[in-house]
């Protein structure tokens, strides 16, 4: 078992920033991709961002390139999400999301194994 708990979020306007964390707890924590995903009222879950179990690679979703930075320290067990430029169409409940199989895609959601509580993130206009 993988227990994920994010925090950062909170209420910010256009144009600011947010850093969400997800602190790790249970297996090895660089033994798994990590991503984060939202969900928008009345919306279904969409991708944001994932990276691999090093580091090494980063994948973001289009709406996301140039304005948001994932990155992980697996010594504090912590991935992070760096929001630059928030836009209100940001707005939502931010998840980590825990990946353990190296096969499939780090883009759906039904590919992760665990998951956090979430936390919230509201852009004001």
């Known amino acids: 078992q993988v227990q994920l708990v994010e925090s950062g979020g909170g209420l910010v306007q256009a144009g600011g920033s947010l850093r969400l964390s997800c602190a790790a707890s249970?297996?090895?924590?660089?033994?798994?991709?990590m991503g984060w995903f939202r969900q928008a009222p009345g919306k279904e879950r969409e991708f944001v961002a994932a990276?691999?179990?090093?580091?090494?690679?980063?994948y973001y979703a289009n709406s996301v390139k140039g304005r948001f930075t994932i990155s992980r320290d697996n010594a504090q067990n912590t991935v992070y999400l760096q929001m630059n430029s928030l836009k209100p169409e940001d707005t939502g409940v931010f998840y980590c999301?825990?990946?353990?199989?190296?096969?499939?895609?780090?883009?759906?959601?039904?590919?992760?194994?665990?998951w956090g509580q979430g936390t919230q993130v509201t852009v004001s206009s």
């Open positions: 990276i691999g179990w090093s580091g090494e690679n980063t």
């Open positions: 999301a825990a990946k353990g199989r190296p096969s499939g895609t780090v883009v759906d959601w039904d590919e992760y194994d665990y």
């Open positions: 249970g297996r090895t924590f660089s033994d798994y991709a």
